[in-house]
């Protein structure tokens, strides 16, 4: 069965600071992984995700993520976290491409100024 | 488009009264999923249906809990004899999928569900 592990539970950065939040994965084949992030009171809203191809994504709000087969590991990262990043990220799998999609049970990020 | 909506948004109720969510998806979109998300953990799978069909149930979806979408449009979530386990957020994502090609799930806002 797939299965995520997102290892911190909650995660504190400075604005202007880079992040990486970490995310590894169980599943025999290539899956399908994404991330999205959820705000307090809103849905989620994916944030990049990775099929094939190009092992670096790039997504929306200047994030990006690495798939790394070895690791088995698909790391979120941003460059300069900015105030309006603090939200809830969750990293996702979907094994077959068939959207049946098992979330990790997510990192809390605070932006402190 | 006005992306996926639920209703209602919030939703209390005592123990053992039947409850019903409603999900609309995005108008084209022949995929939809529900997932309950509880206080602290990821979203977790319940079911999907590709447009009327219910193709996939998880073990979570115990006999109390059914979900149809009579015609391949809105869905609705009905839970009979509410337990306080089963109160959590309960989320609504829609997806087009053609030729085998596999479109982002989009998810509504959510229902939050309060049994007491």
């Known amino acids: 069965a797939q299965s995520v592990t997102q290892p911190d539970i909650h995660i504190t950065v400075s604005e202007g600071a880079s992040l990486e939040l970490r995310c590894n994965y169980s599943?025999?084949?290539?899956?399908?992984l994404f991330w999205y992030v959820q705000s307090p009171g809103q849905g989620l809203q994916l944030l990049l995700k990775?099929?094939?191809?190009?092992?670096l994504v790039q997504g929306i709000k200047g994030f990006e993520a690495e798939f790394k087969r070895s690791q088995s590991s698909f790391n979120l990262r941003k460059p300069s976290v900015h105030w309006s990043d603090a939200a809830e990220y969750f990293c996702?799998?979907?094994?077959?491409?068939?959207?049946?999609?098992?979330f990790g049970t997510g990192t809390k990020l605070q932006v402190i100024p | 488009d006005t992306g996926v909506s639920q209703d209602p948004r919030h939703k209390i109720t005592k123990r053992g009264q039947n409850v019903t969510f409603r999900c609309d998806p995005i108008?084209?979109?022949?995929?939809l999923y529900w997932y309950r998300q509880t206080l602290g953990q990821g979203p977790e799978f319940l079911t999907y249906?590709?447009?009327?069909?219910?193709?996939?149930k998880s073990r979570l979806l115990s006999d109390r809990f059914s979900a149809e979408r009579p015609k391949g449009s809105f869905s609705t979530l009905e839970i009979q004899r509410t337990e306080q386990g089963d109160s959590a957020m309960y989320l609504c994502?829609?997806?087009?999928?053609?030729?085998?090609?596999?479109?982002?799930?989009?998810f509504g806002p959510g229902t939050r569900l309060t049994v007491t």
């Open positions: 994502a829609s997806s087009l999928v053609t030729g085998g090609q596999v479109g982002e799930q989009y």
């Open positions: 996702a799998v979907d094994s077959g491409g068939y959207q049946k999609v098992t």
């Open positions: 599943y025999g084949a290539t899956p399908y």
């Open positions: 249906f590709q447009n009327e069909a219910q193709l996939e």
């Open positions: 108008s084209e979109h022949n995929r």
């Open positions: 990775y099929f094939s191809g190009d092992t």
